[in-house]
């Protein structure tokens, strides 16, 4: 293989020129809808699974572009993920980013009931004042505790990124938000991870910010 030379300011768009090209190599066609949404995700994944993993409900694009617009906040379940959002970009229509999982009397509550930290997390995200998207990428009793919620007619999630990572209860905790009228971006299967929450989060964020312009 050879060295290409790219100027640091075009290396994101070079990416993503090499996963349009591999993707038609690989005779993959992503909905002109969603594929900004998908190949982001690829792109920070270097995983082509992407293109026929994610599940979207119906509308899930625009509803989740309308509720940012609006003002919505995002609660993820990971600092990282936190981390990885651009809060400069929501931050523009209003909303904010929280993550529980640190705080010190989340994790006391959490001991003291026996459940984790992720489901107290989701609790506490339910009393915010405002609509919520939760971009969950690591645990899956977070989105056990939300269709808990849900089917306990206490709480509906405005919409829900469900792409936690792993191998105890990641499938089916996904089949359990997909199975209920929550909007939602699911990765099916074992895959995910706390950068792809966010990398969906900012795709959503770029596209409105590049339809804007």
């Known amino acids: 293989m050879e060295l290409e030379y790219v100027l640091p300011g075009e290396i994101e768009g070079r990416s993503f020129e090499i996963i349009t090209k ?6 993959i066609e992503i909905p002109e809808d969603r594929a900004f949404l998908v190949k982001r995700a690829i792109h920070t994944t270097a995983d082509f699974d992407y293109a026929s993993t994610m599940y979207f409900s119906d509308n ?4 989740a572009i309308n509720l940012i617009k ?10 990282m993920a936190l981390s990885g959002v651009n809060k400069k970009e929501l931050f ?3 909303g904010e980013v929280h993550c529980f999982m640190a705080d ?6 959490a001991k003291e009931r026996g459940i ?4 107290v997390s989701m609790e506490r995200a339910s009393k915010l004042q405002k609509p919520v998207i939760f971009a969950i990428g690591n645990a899956p009793t977070a989105l056990i505790n939300l269709r808990e919620m849900y089917d306990a007619g206490s709480f509906m999630p405005a919409f829900v ?3 936690p990572v792993g191998f105890v209860n990641v499938e089916a905790a996904k089949e359990l938000i997909i199975a209920t009228d ?3 971006i699911i990765n099916r299967g074992r895959k995910g991870g706390s950068n792809v929450a966010a990398a969906i989060c900012n795709a959503l964020l770029y596209r409105i910010r590049d339809t804007e312009k």
Do not use: M
């Open 161 to 163: 990124i469900g792409v």
């Open 60 to 63: 899930a694009i625009e509803i």
């Open 104 to 109: 010190e009397d989340v994790a006391k509550e």
């Open 116 to 119: 984790t930290r992720a489901a």
């Open 92 to 94: 523009k229509h209003g």
């Open 70 to 79: 609006s003002g919505t906040d995002i609660v993820t379940d990971t600092n």
């Open 22 to 27: 591999e993707l038609k190599e690989k005779g």
């Open 182 to 184: 929550i909007p939602c």
